[in-house]
């Protein structure tokens, strides 16, 4: 009887959409890919393409994360599954821990740098009373004025570590 019980209490917490137990949590490689494949699918169709990134299941969507498009020189969000991000000023996103504005440190990384750039920062996550760490991958998407960008919940991964994986490509 135990049993059935826990089992009952469970079902819905197994059940939830966007549950890492269903969905899964993203691994650091896995962004660093969909953020270079979402660079090149930008570059191929342009303005045209920025609809991908509103699709709340669309391609650049996938376990518990998903590929958003920024306009540095803009210091804003442009379309993403999560449609309060939408205009989002940039220059204004800090790290819970250290208060870093992160998304403009990876900006000026990145319009420096073709291949992209890491970054780490604290964020709220469900289940934790504490900030846990993120990372980030920014990247540019060429002949445009955009960038795309993906994080991730990871404590493992060094940062030094993180930029083997883009540098190894």
């Not at 990134?53 to 969507?61: A, I, M, S, T």
């Not at 920014?138 to 540098?167: A, E, W």
């Amino acid at each position: 009887m135990r049993y059935w019980l826990i089992l009952l209490l469970c079902i819905p917490a197994f059940s939830y959409a966007d549950s890492a137990f269903v969905t899964g949590q993203a691994t650091p490689q896995e962004v660093y890919d969909k953020v270079t494949e979402a660079a090149r699918y930008l570059e191929k169709t342009g303005e045209e393409g920025l609809q991908e990134f509103e699709k709340p299941n669309g391609r650049f969507v996938w376990k518990d994360t998903y590929v958003f498009v920024t306009q540095c020189e803009g210091y804003y969000c442009l379309p993403s599954p999560k449609r309060k991000e939408i205009g989002l000023d940039v220059s204004k996103i800090k790290c819970f821990k250290t208060d870093k504005l992160y998304i403009l440190n990876l900006c000026s990384e990145v319009l420096s740098n073709p291949a992209g750039g890491w970054t780490e920062f604290w964020w709220p996550r469900t289940g934790f009373a504490e900030p846990q760490r993120k990372v980030s991958f920014m990247k540019q998407v060429p002949n445009t004025p955009y960038q795309v960008v993906s994080d991730t919940f990871d404590d493992m991964t060094s940062v030094l570590d993180l930029g083997k994986i883009s540098y190894s490509k």
